[in-house]
């Protein structure tokens, strides 16, 4: 059994910046692919960012070049800093975790993260303002 512990969010104007962390329990960070997605009210979740054991990471279109997934092996603990933040930004954040598979598909934007196939922790909110 793996436990996802987010947090990190808060609110902030448009160009600021924030620093989600997700502690990892029950699993040693960097075994199996990890990642971070975003769900808006009404939306169904999207793929923010992704790192697998190959350590190779993989982001969605929306967010290259402004968000960077990175893990702490020591810490157990996985993150991603968000910079230069617009308010479409806005979201819960979750970091998931892969139940069987170590390494991450390319498609992070466009893929399924099912509670079957996934543990989840339980979100943490942004909220970014123009």
């Known amino acids: 059994q793996v436990y996802l512990k987010e947090s990190g969010g808060g609110s902030v104007q448009a160009g600021g910046s924030l620093r989600l962390s997700c502690v990892v329990t029950?699993?040693?960070?960097?075994?199996?692919?990890m990642a971070w997605l975003r769900q808006a009210p009404g939306k169904e979740p999207e793929g923010v960012a992704s790192i697998g054991k190959d350590a190779k990471r993989r982001y969605a279109d929306s967010v290259k070049g402004r968000f960077t997934i990175s893990g702490d092996n020591a810490k157990n603990t996985l993150y991603l800093q968000m910079d230069n933040l617009k308010p479409e930004d806005t979201a819960m954040y979750y970091c998931?975790?892969?139940?069987?598979?170590?390494?991450?598909?390319?498609?992070?934007?466009?893929?399924?993260?099912?509670?079957?196939?996934?543990?989840w922790g339980q979100g943490t909110q942004v909220t970014v303002s123009s």
């Open positions: 998931v975790h892969d139940k069987w598979l170590p390494l991450c598909s390319d498609d992070v934007a466009g893929g399924t993260w099912s509670h079957e196939h996934y543990y």
């Open positions: 029950g699993y040693e960070l960097g075994s199996y692919c």
